[in-house]
């Protein structure tokens, strides 16, 4: 890696792995492979104020277990020798009905090891405390395991931390999409700003004021919880009876290096690679 400035590494070749959350889910763009954009893209778009051929790769596919970004994603992930690798997995296992929360991420700490083995830069998520979620409300005590398991081999492999679980902002449906799962454009935007800033760049992002929220009577929102049961709740659930996933027969967005600046979007962006204080509520 070179550098930007004295002491601060130049990232010029960013890896993302994951699932749905990695992907773009929820941000909807079809204009990019998949159909979605998401914060990966964004963070991806102002690293390229560091170095306008930076290359970004994008491995994450929406469904996708902790075994399947282990042993499809890592491999292609190491061969690509990464200066920088974000992951978030795991949320689709905690979501089944039963799950070993040791074993799976003992598999995420083996892989972040084998990318730090190999150069790369790494950041990992926590999941987020979605309580006002049904779904999330639920499983609210595994999250809670697998966040804590997270921190700890973050402390002792030396990586760094979103910790999404104490982003109490995130707390608001303007940015959450549709299906109450993934995060709105407003929230994609967000949580690359949130990147950035555990990252220590300093960066132009700007992030628009969100719309006013939504006044719903008890009339609407009954009938909005109905459409999303009838449209979201009951095919996830037969997904997970059928042991199906809607990222099955999909590949990754960008499966090797693509030019940032071909992306579109994001011209503004930019980030200098000098630590700043940002304000983590948003």
């Not at 990232?11 to 998401?38: K, Q």
């Not at 979501?95 to 730090?116: C, G, H």
């Not at 830069?121 to 804590?148: H, K």
């Amino acid at each position: 890696m070179s550098a930007t400035s004295a002491g601060t590494p130049r990232i010029n070749r960013y890896v993302a792995l994951g699932d749905s959350f990695t992907e773009g889910v929820g941000d909807d763009d079809p204009t990019r492979p998949n159909g979605v954009r998401g914060w990966a893209d964004r963070v991806a778009s102002a690293l390229a104020g560091i170095d306008a051929d930076i290359g970004y790769a994008n491995l994450a596919i929406r469904g996708r277990l902790m075994d399947g970004v282990v042993d499809e994603q890592l491999p292609r992930a190491l061969s690509l020798r990464p200066d920088l690798v974000t992951i978030s997995a795991g949320g689709n296992d905690i979501l089944r009905p039963s799950v070993d929360l040791d074993a799976i991420v003992a598999r995420y700490a083996d892989m972040v090891a084998a990318l730090r083995d190999n150069g790369a830069r790494v950041l990992v998520f926590t999941a987020f405390d979605g309580t006002w979620n049904p779904i999330y409300r639920m499983l609210r005590g595994r999250m809670a395991i697998y966040n804590e398991l997270i921190r700890e081999f973050a402390d002792d492999l030396g990586v760094e931390l979103v910790d999404f679980w104490r982003m109490d902002h995130f707390a608001d449906p303007r940015l959450w999409s549709w299906d109450r799962l993934h995060l709105s454009p407003a929230g994609h935007e967000r949580m690359a700003f949130e990147v950035l800033r555990v990252l220590g760049l300093e960066h132009t992002l700007r992030l628009p004021p969100l719309p006013p929220a939504e006044s719903l009577t008890d009339s609407e929102r009954r009938t909005a919880d109905l459409r999303w049961t009838k449209d979201f709740l009951a095919p996830w659930v037969l997904r997970r009876i059928t042991g199906t996933s809607s990222g099955d027969c999909m590949e990754p967005k960008y499966p090797a290096y693509v030019d940032v600046g071909e992306l579109g979007h994001g011209a503004s962006e930019s980030v200098r690679g000098l630590p700043v204080e940002q304000p983590s509520v948003l």
